[in-house]
């Protein structure tokens, strides 16, 4: 059974750095691209980052661009988000997710909540 | 590329026959996916490359549409199908999603 596990959220002050880790299980996590999608509260989905299996290809969106970066740990099938300079628009349930053929989102983690007060 | 989804809200009957649309800001091709996400859970995929069903997913649950233009529908609702959908594209970075249309029981 695939499993995504996010862990590291919490409170953080506007300005402040996070890091946020996504520990898979249940299938191969070097031949799996990864994502990471958030939902600010009450609101929709937005897709934030993309990282190939050998870290090769990484992909952010405008809104992070600069301060977040993702990066995975294939020998501890473990991925990651290092939020920084993060402002009171990140504040949102962040969800890290497996794609299929590189687009996908087929399995998802139950999300990590982020709050980020000014 | 922006996706406008249609309507924001909607309510309707256990049985009834629901669409919902999801418009592009530019060709997509067929590189669109729809989501389905149930209060307090996480998303799942319904259908992929915009009218292939995936396993295990009811159906009932249809999509179609090429280019600019989709749709979702939903034959017969159920209770369990009252959620909030989201459309995203991956014809290039970022994978803009919709910004959801939420179904709900009338």
């Known amino acids: 059974e695939v499993q995504l596990v996010e862990s590291g959220g919490g409170s953080v002050l506007s300005g402040g750095s996070l890091r946020l880790t996504c520990a898979a299980s249940?299938?191969?996590?070097?031949?799996?691209?990864l994502h990471w999608v958030r939902q600010a509260p009450g609101k929709g989905l937005e897709w934030i980052s993309y990282i190939s299996g050998d870290s090769n290809i990484k992909y952010y969106a405008d809104s992070v661009k600069g301060r977040f970066t993702i990066s995975r740990d294939n020998a501890k099938n473990s991925l990651f988000l290092q939020l920084n300079s993060l402002r009171d628009e990140d504040t949102a349930v962040y969800y890290c997710?497996?794609?299929?053929?590189?687009?996908?989102?087929?399995?998802w983690g139950q999300g990590i909540l982020v709050t980020v007060s000014s | 590329i922006q996706m406008t989804q249609s309507p924001s809200s909607l309510s309707a009957s256990v049985g009834d026959r629901v669409t919902i649309t999801c418009q592009a800001s530019?060709?997509?091709?067929?590189?669109l996916d729809w989501y389905q996400q149930r209060p307090g859970k996480v998303p799942r995929l319904l259908i992929f490359d915009a009218s292939h069903l995936e396993a295990g997913i009811p159906s009932r649950f249809s999509g179609s549409g090429s280019g600019t233009d989709f749709t979702l529908t939903i034959s017969s609702l159920q209770p369990e199908d009252f959620a909030t959908y989201y459309c995203q594209h991956y014809a290039n970075v970022p994978y803009t999603f919709g910004q959801g249309t939420n179904l709900e029981i009338k």
């Open positions: 530019h060709d997509i091709n067929v590189y």
């Open positions: 249940g299938f191969t996590f070097s031949s799996s691209s």
């Open positions: 997710a497996r794609d299929r053929y590189g687009v996908h989102l087929v399995n």
